[in-house]
């Protein structure tokens, strides 16, 4: 059976591997082992991170909406009981953009709602 090499599989793998852990500190961006966990590692944070930005903005859409309200004389939980009430297509993001960009449209659409 005649011998095989590896070397260029290798060294495209490990060059792979250390294309991804550009910019980390210490051995994580230059040593096979190191790397190999530090990639495993990011990525499981990543996807958990991606799940948690989608909490972290609607959090934030609720407490701009709070505070558009307040101004109105009006609070976010009574706001949002009337517009599930008249069956309202606009979202929380929507309307914390309306809100933050066009105060006087905004309160137009919380009279509609009184």
Do not use: C
């Not at 994580?28 to 990543?46: C, D, M, S, V, Y």
């Not at 972290?56 to 976010?76: F, M």
């Not at 606009?90 to 919380?110: C, G, M, T, Y």
């Amino acid at each position: 059976m005649p011998r095989v090499k590896r070397g260029t599989t290798h060294v495209k793998r490990r060059k792979n591997i250390l294309k991804k852990t550009k910019g980390y500190k210490w051995g994580r961006k230059n040593k096979i082992k190191q790397a190999k966990e530090a990639i495993l590692h990011a990525g499981t944070h990543a996807l958990r991170d991606r799940r948690k930005k989608k909490r972290v903005n609607r959090r934030l859409w609720q407490t701009k909406l709070g505070a558009a309200l307040k101004t109105l004389d009006w609070n976010y939980s009574s706001f949002i009981g009337a517009m599930k009430k008249y069956k309202s297509e606009l979202d929380r993001k929507v309307l914390s953009q309306i809100a933050e960009e066009n105060p006087k449209a905004f309160a137009n659409i919380v009279k509609s709602f009184r």
